[in-house]
């Protein structure tokens, strides 16, 4: 039997973190959430994750972005995808280029958003 997958989904919306836990954990798959960077560090502290869903604008020290380079410092290989309600931006667009990068505007579909994930994930239900 395949392992669920494990998101961790940084949002500094209540709502769409509860809306994506909704989601994915009926989806089958482990979701934590953080409210921003510096949470989200300490669950990527302790636990590795298949797939960081992250927005983009978050107050805080760190965006969204900065987050994800922070954290492949240590871990390269980490697959992302962000999520935002702003027009595309310079460092939006740079850090797209990372092939393990992708992007959903809001609002987004969420069985697209899903989708996704789970071809991120292999060995995961399909959505």
């Known amino acids: 039997m395949p392992e669920k997958a494990k998101i961790l989904v940084v949002d500094d919306e209540p709502g769409i973190r ?3 836990k909704y989601e994915f954990t009926h989806l089958g798959c482990d979701t934590a959430l953080a409210e921003n960077a510096d949470q989200a560090l300490a669950l990527l502290h302790d636990s590795a994750f298949d797939v ?12 969204g972005i900065d987050l994800v380079e922070t954290y492949r410092k240590q871990n ?3 697959k992302v995808i962000f ?4 027009a595309v931006e310079d460092k939006l667009t740079a850090a797209l280029q990372n092939p393990l990068n992708h992007c959903f505007k809001k609002p987004f579909d969420i069985s697209e958003l899903a989708k996704s994930v789970f071809q991120l994930t292999p060995g995961s239900p399909s959505a």
Not at 52 to 63: K, V
Not at 83 to 86: A, D, E, P, V
């Open 52 to 63: 960081i869903i992250t927005d983009i604008r978050m107050p805080g020290s760190m965006d």
């Open 18 to 20: 509860s809306l994506l």
């Open 76 to 78: 390269p290989g980490q």
């Open 83 to 86: 999520i935002t309600g702003y």
